[in-house]
């Protein structure tokens, strides 16, 4: 046999392989009829085509399959063995699984969320450690998933996601999680969202980024203040984005004027959009970016600049009761730009936007007035009774910087 399997035609071998049972596996069907949510309690789980329970704990040749959620979702809070983790498998089916403190995963191969066109798999890691080394984690094949790792940690070998035209995939990051793939991160057919939220959460891939032309591929980066999103995505070997691929960035509080990494590698960093990679929201907030060569390394860095920072209007570097006299002007405009106080990009001028301007409050000064005393000198027009509503979960959350 000569020439090389493609990423694709491997992947379409390992789904293959793993429909078809195999001598000695045996696949268990999550059924929480303990209602425990315990996901080691055997009583919870049947042999699939069976009434069986499991009577001794899962082996590495034991594949396992969640098709339950809410009140009816898999916890993990100690170890088990399996050989696939799937959640989302069939049609019209919804699993959802959570690991939390305590809870380890050794899978002998991988895991496997929203396979079906109707099926929605969800793994929530929010503590212990799942390990998936052995093949591929595919976060939406035909149907919807989502991985969010915000404590914990995820080892696996290869992720795909968004694998087919039909299929839609959201990878997060955040809080204190770690996520290390040994070989590489594939952007598919589908729509795929990567998500790297605060400075704390670690995301290392050990060989490729690649975001493929066919499907749409998302970067959202939540910056922490100063701290960015620490060291970003950092990839040993090849970064390659496809001509639709979109980075957005925004803060996770309020805005810090500078320049942040987020994304770097060794090898070589390929940006195919033609110098259109961020977002028009984040064009809007005043974002520009670069791939340099930091000796070496190439990254790609995001800037704010001062004249543009979240919730300054007017552009003199302050933001204060003359942004928000602008922003009131310009209650409900749908054809508003940055100078009217769309800071979200939308083209509206609406909460989202007051929402940003109160969490930049006093930027570049000390306030002249707290911000609940500026808004209740400037009018904001109709509609007001939801406005006001509104505005009450607002206020409390804004007093304390604007008090």
Same mark, same amino acid.
């Given at each position: 046999?000569?020439?090389?399997?493609?990423?694709?035609?491997?992947?379409l071998?390992?789904?293959?392989?793993?429909?078809?049972?195999?001598?000695?596996?045996?696949?268990?069907?999550?059924?929480? @009829?303990?209602?425990?949510?315990?996901?080691?309690?055997?009583?919870?789980?049947?042999?699939?085509?069976?009434?069986?329970?499991?009577? *001794?704990?899962?082996?590495?040749?034991? &594949?396992?399959?969640?098709?339950?959620?809410?009140?009816?979702?898999a916890?993990?809070?100690?170890?088990?063995?399996?050989?696939?983790? +799937?959640?989302?498998?069939?049609?019209?089916?919804?699993?959802?699984?959570?690991?939390?403190? =305590?809870? /380890?995963?050794?899978?002998?191969? %991988? $895991?496997?969320?929203?396979?079906?066109?109707?099926?929605?798999?969800?793994? &929530? $890691?929010?503590?212990?450690? *799942?390990?998936?080394n %052995?093949?591929?984690?595919?976060?939406?094949?035909?149907?919807?998933?989502?991985?969010?790792?915000?404590?914990?940690?995820?080892?696996?070998?290869?992720?795909?996601?968004?694998?087919?035209?039909?299929?839609?995939?959201v990878?997060?990051?955040?809080?204190? =999680?770690?996520?290390?793939?040994?070989?590489?991160?594939?952007?598919?057919?589908?729509d795929?969202?990567? +998500?790297?939220?605060?400075?704390?959460?670690?995301?290392?891939? &050990?060989?490729?980024?690649?975001?493929?032309?066919?499907?749409?591929?998302l970067f959202?980066? /939540?910056?922490?203040?100063?701290n960015? *999103?620490?060291?970003?995505?950092? !990839?040993? @070997?090849?970064?390659?984005?496809?001509?639709?691929?979109?980075?957005? !960035?925004?803060?996770?509080?309020a805005?810090?004027?500078?320049?942040?990494?987020?994304?770097?590698?060794?090898? #070589?960093?390929?940006?195919?959009?033609?110098?259109?990679?961020?977002?028009?929201?984040?064009?809007?907030?005043?974002?520009?970016?670069?791939i340099?060569?930091d000796?070496?390394?190439?990254?790609?860095?995001?800037?704010?600049?001062?004249?543009?920072?979240?919730?300054?209007?007017?552009?003199?570097?302050?933001? &204060?009761?003359?942004?928000?006299?602008?922003?009131?002007?310009?209650?409900?405009?749908?054809?508003?730009?940055?100078?009217?106080?769309?800071?979200?990009?939308?083209?509206?001028?609406?909460?989202?936007?007051?929402? $940003?301007?109160?969490?930049?409050?006093?930027?570049?000064?000390?306030?002249?007035?707290?911000?609940?005393?500026?808004?209740? /000198? *400037?009018? $904001?027009?109709?509609?007001?009774?939801?406005?006001?509503?509104?505005?009450?979960?607002?206020?409390? #959350?804004?007093?304390?910087?604007g008090?």
């Amino acid at each position: 046999m000569t020439g090389q399997l493609t990423r694709t035609s491997l992947w379409l071998a390992a789904i293959l392989f793993a429909a078809v049972p195999v001598m000695g596996q045996t696949v268990y069907v999550w059924t929480n @009829n303990a209602a425990d949510n315990d996901f080691t309690n055997l009583n919870n789980w049947y042999q699939e085509g069976t009434t069986t329970l499991p009577t *001794v704990p899962f082996t590495a040749t034991d &594949n396992l399959l969640v098709e339950k959620d809410g009140t009816d979702k898999a916890v993990l809070s100690s170890a088990t063995l399996g050989r696939w983790l +799937r959640a989302g498998w069939y049609p019209g089916t919804i699993g959802l699984i959570e690991v939390v403190s =305590g809870g /380890q995963a050794d899978l002998s191969n %991988s $895991i496997y969320l929203g396979y079906d066109a109707t099926a929605v798999g969800t793994l &929530n $890691i929010m503590g212990g450690v *799942v390990n998936a080394n %052995s093949s591929y984690t595919t976060i939406g094949g035909l149907g919807q998933a989502s991985l969010t790792i915000s404590s914990g940690s995820l080892s696996t070998n290869r992720m795909n996601m968004g694998h087919e035209a039909s299929g839609s995939g959201v990878l997060e990051v955040s809080g204190t =999680g770690s996520l290390y793939i040994d070989n590489y991160l594939s952007g598919n057919l589908g729509d795929s969202t990567v +998500r790297l939220i605060g400075s704390t959460a670690s995301f290392q891939i &050990n060989d490729d980024l690649t975001a493929d032309a066919q499907g749409t591929n998302l970067f959202e980066f /939540q910056l922490d203040g100063a701290n960015g *999103v620490g060291t970003g995505i950092v !990839v040993t @070997n090849v970064i390659d984005l496809a001509a639709n691929a979109q980075v957005d !960035v925004s803060f996770l509080g309020a805005s810090v004027n500078g320049t942040y990494t987020l994304m770097s590698t060794t090898g #070589t960093f390929t940006d195919n959009t033609g110098g259109s990679l961020l977002t028009a929201a984040s064009v809007t907030a005043g974002w520009s970016y670069a791939i340099v060569d930091d000796a070496g390394t190439k990254k790609l860095q995001v800037t704010l600049g001062s004249g543009y920072h979240p919730g300054d209007a007017n552009g003199d570097g302050l933001v &204060n009761l003359s942004d928000l006299q602008i922003l009131g002007d310009n209650w409900q405009s749908t054809t508003a730009g940055w100078a009217e106080a769309d800071f979200t990009g939308d083209n509206v001028v609406n909460l989202a936007d007051l929402q $940003i301007l109160g969490d930049n409050w006093g930027f570049g000064t000390g306030p002249d007035v707290s911000f609940d005393e500026a808004l209740a /000198q *400037v009018a $904001i027009p109709e509609p007001a009774s939801l406005c006001m509503l509104l505005l009450g979960g607002l206020l409390a #959350t804004l007093r304390r910087r604007g008090g």
